[in-house]
């Protein structure tokens, strides 16, 4: 019998780069139908040390918050919350992404979860916000495990895969139950 193992999460750090960019690479066929297109460059150690430069500055400056998602002492992937607005919105959206060999064990719920508490607790947001593709039934169900609602639907939302996609839009409130 194996040992259970702990899932956690922590803020990137540009020494994450190469094993970033492994788990990427490993995964690309599978993550592919949920994620924009990316330049070859994307799935290359200096590729990922080059994004998370950039995205550590937008954390400097409080406007995104990137985490690794931990399993067993390795990256299974990533869970940031994005677009952080302060003032009177108080409020973020949330993003995720998890390996294959990770998914449908409760790996992104738990993530999630932790990011939340993050949020609410710590950064001290009032909302969280996060859509998925219409088809995406498993990141909706992690989404209303961890007490977020469904809120509308957003028509060709994003671009994923090459093509404009509707997406169900959802939310969770600091002091939902």
Known sequence: MTTPTVVTTRLVATSDAPELAAVLAANREFLAP???FRPEEFYTAEGQ???LEDVLRTTAAGLTFPHVIVDGGRIVGRITLSGITRGPFQSASVGYWVAESANGRGVASAALAR?????????GLHRVEAGTMVHNAASQRVLRRNGFRQYG???????IDGEWRDHILFQRLADDE
């Open 34 to 36: 949920y994620e924009p």
């Open 115 to 123: 990011i939340l508490r993050i949020a609410f607790d710590e950064l």
């Open 49 to 51: 040390r080059t994004y």
């Open 153 to 159: 639907l957003a028509p060709r939302y994003l671009k």
